[in-house]
């Protein structure tokens, strides 16, 4: 069984550029996450979409924002580039809302996508 | 607002020794507590977790224990091996709002 994927693994942005990170979950998993990994600062909570809406949303400025779509791939954009933006940009999946506790809670990570910003 | 710690920030053993890493949680509402291993270059890998109603668990040579009074959790590696090698994080989650909380990492490093 394929696990999350993530693209692109590694990209290279300017200051000021958009970008979109694209998220597969693991089959039969209707809940995506994104986290950040920036050096330094550790595992950040970025967003929770489950069945196409968001759930819940982490302390990141509003340039920061995705999607999911009715398959539950997912899509990160980060508008507006900024040097500290560079980072591990991280998707999860997990069981959705309706699967209920415990069977939602485990959560998996893909391999992330590398983004720096220059 | 929520906060997980970790001790310690890094760990050196010898191969064949035992590795233990401590975590303390500050929202009394988190009920699930999984551990991620995560390689250079790679994403978290979850190796084992715990749920709030239980105090123990064990799968071959790691274990994770839970004391809900004191808000602390922590992971067991006996007989480690070179492979253990690896950033290791402990997160707590409130499945309310699905979201981890992850301590600040522990690099492990088992020497041959």
């Known amino acids: 069984e394929a696990g999350v994927t993530q693209s692109p693994t590694h990209l290279i942005k300017t200051r000021g550029q958009q970008v979109t990170l694209r998220c597969s979950p693991i089959?039969?998993?209707?809940?995506v996450y994104w986290y950040q990994q920036a050096l330094g600062l550790g595992l950040q909570f970025l967003l929770w979409y489950d069945e196409g809406e968001e759930r819940n949303r982490g302390n990141f400025p509003p340039r920061f924002s995705g999607r999911q779509f009715p398959n539950y791939s997912s899509e990160l954009n980060v508008n507006a580039l900024e040097l500290e933006d560079s980072a591990l940009y991280l998707c999860a999946s997990s069981r959705g809302r309706a699967a209920g506790t415990p069977r939602r809670d485990t959560i998996y990570f893909g391999e992330g996508s590398w983004l720096t910003v220059v | 607002g929520e906060n997980v710690e970790q001790h310690p920030s890094t760990l050196s053993v010898q191969e064949g020794d035992s590795a233990v890493i401590k975590c303390t949680y500050s929202?009394?509402?988190?009920?699930?507590f999984p551990w991620y291993k995560q390689e250079l270059g790679k994403g978290p890998q979850l190796i084992i977790d715990i749920r709030s109603n239980v105090g123990e668990k064990k799968d071959q040579r790691i274990a994770v224990t839970l004391n809900k009074t004191a808000k602390h959790f922590s992971l067991h590696i006996t007989e480690t091996q070179p492979e253990d090698s690896a950033v290791y994080f402990c997160?707590?989650?409130?499945?309310?709002?699905?979201?981890?909380?992850f301590g600040t990492g522990t690099r492990l490093l088992v020497s041959p």
């Open positions: 089959s039969g998993h209707t809940s």
């Open positions: 929202d009394s509402a988190s009920n699930y």
């Open positions: 997160a707590a989650l409130n499945t309310g709002f699905q979201k981890l909380v």
